[in-house]
Antibody, heavy 118, light 106 residues
């Protein structure tokens, strides 16, 4: 079965760092992009950026460019989203999803809830 | 950046109603337009890709149309399980989502 499995929920304090993960199963991992999508409480979906694990080609949405780092380790079919200094406004659910080229996001991870509170 | 604008932002409808949601792109995106459904507390699910192609397993009451800048998602006869939020998304240049349309029970 094709699936993306994300790491568990996190509760952090402002200023702390965090790295969450998204592991792919059941497909040829390095032929798909992995995208990260944020959903703040009660809000819509926002694309943060994407990575092509085969060569680590990474694209960011401008609002997120300086806020997060996206990476991947092809050898363990895992992509990452990390913050060096969290803010309360980073609270939300973060989804990873796969897509091929300019195609749709057809498989989604279960989401990782991040709560940033002092 | 390509901006995606959905309308309406919410609508109320009854079972059996025909529902249409509109999505407009700020520039031409050919047919690189996808639709997703998200129920409360659940993961988004792909419904329609390439503007009009039905994802496997999605009921045929869902359909999509459009090309260039203007697109529509239609639900031909609203069912109880269709009450959800719907998002359009372009994949022509990078990725961007519309703001969402919440379909509520009238």
């Amino acid at each position: 079965e094709v699936q993306l499995v994300q790491s568990g929920a996190e509760v952090k304090k402002p200023g702390e760092s965090l790295k969450i993960s998204c592991k792919g199963f059941g497909y040829t991992y390095n032929t798909y992009w992995i995208g990260w999508v944020r959903q703040m409480p009660g809000q819509g979906l926002e694309w943060m950026g994407s990575i092509y694990p085969r060569d680590s080609d990474t694209r960011y949405s401008p609002p997120f460019q300086a806020q997060v780092t996206i990476s991947a380790d092809e050898s363990i079919t895992t992509a990452y989203l990390q913050w060096s200094s969290l803010k309360a406004s980073d609270t939300g659910i973060y989804y990873c999803a796969r897509f091929a080229g300019a195609g749709p996001m057809d498989v989604w991870g279960q989401g990782t809830t991040v709560i940033v509170s002092s | 950046d390509i901006q995606m604008t959905q309308s309406p932002s919410s609508l109320s409808a009854s079972l059996g109603d025909r529902v249409t949601i509109t999505c407009r792109a700020s520039q031409s995106i050919s047919n690189y337009l996808n639709w997703y459904q998200q129920k409360p507390g659940k993961v988004p699910m792909l419904l329609i890709y390439s503007a009009s192609r039905l994802q496997s397993g999605v009921p045929s009451r869902f359909s999509g149309s459009g090309y260039g800048t203007d697109f529509t998602l239609t639900i031909s006869s609203l069912q109880p399980e269709d009450f959800a939020t719907y998002y359009c998304q372009q994949s022509f240049i990078l990725v961007s989502f519309g703001g969402g349309t919440t379909v509520e029970i009238e």
